[in-house]
């Protein structure tokens, strides 16, 4: 039996020696955060959990490039992202990103989206078109710039930045609809 109170840098080292065990007790350690972070940019479970075991791949072959001083769970959330991106670019066929320059500013109620729970806020993502989705989880919880948006998701700095204020427009209007956001 596997001792799971191993520290997660002594884990990756016995990752590091192909320890199979050693490689179980990380996905199995790390498997709820992954599908996590895959199912805010895949929807579909059957995806998001492709995405997740591809990660894991991703993972056990690059494993030996992760330093010791540096902590796992950014580098695999890095990983989980960018193999979601992938899934979704394979799978999706984004429409050429038009320049979104002269849009006006919009309106915002920043404290209504402030004193929503996590779980609340990814229910009404499910109402947001794809784009909108991948820009505002880029950005507000991956904390990506939009410069590196625009390059992760082919389009220009000035459309992640419109996609990301359409979402944000959209939940309020969602807030405000369902009566969670009170004046």
């Given at each position: 039996?596997l001792?799971?109170q ?10 590091k020696?192909g320890?199979?065990h ?31 075991n591809d990660?894991f ?17 950014p580098?695999?959330?890095k ?18 990103a038009?320049?979104?320059?002269d ?8 404290s209504?989206?402030?004193n929503l ?13 794809e ?17 590196e ?6 389009m220009?700095?000035?459309s992640?930045?419109t996609?990301?204020?359409?979402a ?16």
């Amino acid at each position: 039996m596997l001792n799971t109170q191993i520290p997660d840098n002594e884990l990756i080292n016995r990752c590091k020696n192909g320890d199979i065990h050693y490689q179980e007790l990380l996905y199995k350690r790390f498997y709820g955060y992954a599908l996590g972070v895959c199912l805010r940019y895949l929807f579909n479970k059957e995806d998001a959990l492709e995405a997740v075991n591809d990660s894991f791949i991703k993972v056990f072959k690059a494993i030996n490039t992760i330093q010791e001083d540096k902590n796992f769970k950014p580098w695999f959330r890095k990983v989980l992202v960018n193999t979601a991106l992938d899934y979704k670019r394979k799978n999706m066929r984004f429409s050429q990103a038009i320049e979104m320059v002269d849009t006006e500013p919009q309106t915002t109620y920043s404290s209504a989206l402030e004193n929503l729970s996590a779980k609340d806020i990814l229910n009404l993502m499910k109402n947001l078109n794809e784009t909108q989705s991948l820009v505002f989880n880029l950005y507000e919880i991956d904390g990506y710039s939009h410069k590196e948006i625009g390059k992760m998701l082919n389009m220009p700095e000035s459309s992640s930045r419109t996609y990301l204020t359409r979402a944000k427009q959209t939940l309020q209007n969602l807030l405000i609809t369902h009566s969670i956001y009170k004046r």
